[in-house]
């Protein structure tokens, strides 16, 4: 049987005219994972554009669409432009880790060839660096995560700027509701910072089921969405001259294993660590230095930090993906009933996210996530088993004096029209399976410390501080091995670009005014 011949892929020069980037590219035959071949990205008139050089436009183009290219494989990609030695390499090795990584979710799929990247005469003319300001800015969703974020920054005695991509994704709601749009609107008045949308029809461009189709269990979304808001981040950042960029990473996403001598990644890899660090090099020369202020934590202290530290900030959480016009949350997916445990654990309110409890605990199927045992990728069955303990330690956190305080103050109808009762006898079901499985409450987790080394200073320690106040510190034996394996992944993805000492570079020594 002879091989089958790679796909082509074209991309075409980035043409931006005014507030408008358009980016398209061609097939040599269909492949089935676009509905067309070409987006855009429109910028408010506050986004300078006329100051972003060509070479950012590429390598913005190169982070939309390069991790759909491994969906594609056998295939070869032409650009027109040459890159440079260094910076072609970091894309291979980051491409590398993502092929491997979904191989191994594949188990029972054919080994693919590698993605060969065929590059033209011309260099893109090189922009100097801009000048290090010291400012910040986040990219803004409206989940938890990017919630914490803006917490973090401002307590931090920084102004971050916000920007938020609003790109829909046919037929989910999730980017273009009320509740987003009130908390779009609600986080600048309450924190004072500005907030920068970006609009995009790149999510609308794809078959977000291809993935499913071709044996892997994700949808493309998940392995390319958050290349999609670095991308505007970076170009909002450079045109602005805002020098540092966050991107929320929590620890279950930078999760890994080495298996047979390969290092593999959670599924999630379009926002671990590794691949972060390997965006941030690529950043570095236009004078942008990328990271995340959550990859220390997990899921559940990140809810923590909203819901007990930044309270003035919980109620605009809009976590859920099946957001609609009428409903913030669905209350039934597996993310809706682990946050809205943790919040009442903590003492908060699960309406805040929108979650119906009463609703949630009268449909209630399981208590956990899908079994740690059942997932056969080890990065993934280490998350999952660490979600597990988020969910034992939340419900046996709330108390049934809690839990009836909180429909008296929240649902008292429902404690007229019998549904609150019932409620609240399948709490005492699910509280008491969960008691008998698990004899003793999980001890409550520490941040992971050994994390912050990717990060730079200041921002390392005036964190550390935060986190050390919110939080015990954990024990350093017990990620040593992941944070190992993880430096040891980006020493090699960041190898071929110049080393830079970004770990220990100074920042300004004071932020700018609050």
Known sequence: MTAAQPIEIELHPPRVIGQRAAFSWAESRPSGLYHKNNFDLEFPASVPLERVPMSLWWTVFLLCVHSHWPL????????????????????????????????????????????????????????PPIADTGRCATAFSGGKDSLAQVGLLCEMGYRPMLVTTTSPLPPLLDHHSAFRRRTMAEVQSRRGVELVEVASDFRATWSNLVPRERGYPLSLNEISDTFLYTATLAVTCYARGVTHLFLASENEVASNSVEQGVYLQHAHFMYSALTQAGIAALLRPFGLHYGSLTTALQSSQVQELVTTRYPDLSDLQCSCW?????????????????????????????????????????????????????????????????????????????????????????????????????????????????????????????????????????????????????????????????????????????????????????????????
């Not at 103050?409 to 499985?437: C, M, V, Y």
């Not at 935060?466 to 190992?484: K, N, R, T």
């Not at 040891?488 to 970004?502: E, G, K, M, R």
């Open 72 to 127: 594609l494989r056998p295939c070869r990609i032409r650009l027109p432009v040459r890159l440079e030695a260094g910076e072609a390499e970091v894309w291979r090795r980051l491409l590398k880790s993502y092929t491997t990584t979904l191989d191994a979710l594949n188990p029972g799929g054919q080994p693919r060839p590698e993605i060969e990247l065929v590059m033209g005469v011309e260099t893109p003319e090189p922009s």
């Open 322 to 514: 099946r957001i609609t016009e009428t409903r913030k949350a669905c209350s039934e997916c597996s993310e809706c009933k682990r946050l809205a445990w943790v919040s009442l654990s903590l003492g908060g309110s699960p309406a805040n996210q929108g979650v119906d409890f009463v609703w949630m605990l009268n449909h209630y199927d399981d208590h956990g996530s899908r079994s740690s045992r059942e997932r056969p990728h080890p990065p993934n069955r280490h998350a999952a088993a660490g979600f597990k303990a988020q969910f034992v330690r939340a419900i046996l956190g709330v108390s049934s004096a809690r839990m009836f305080g909180y429909l008296l103050r929240r649902h008292p109808r429902s404690l007229l029209d019998g549904s609150g009762w019932r409620a609240f006898n399948q709490f005492l079901k699910i509280r008491g399976a969960t008691r008998r499985e698990h004899p003793g409450t999980p001890p409550r987790v520490g941040y992971r410390a050994g994390y912050l080394q990717l990060l730079e200073e200041p921002i390392r320690e005036r964190l550390r501080a935060i986190l050390a106040d919110q939080f015990e510190p954990e024990a350093e034996e017990h990620h040593a091995v992941p944070l190992a394996n993880l430096l040891t992944a980006i020493a090699w993805v960041t190898q071929p670009l110049p080393p830079s000492d970004h770990r220990t570079r100074d920042l300004p020594s004071d932020p700018p005014p609050r």
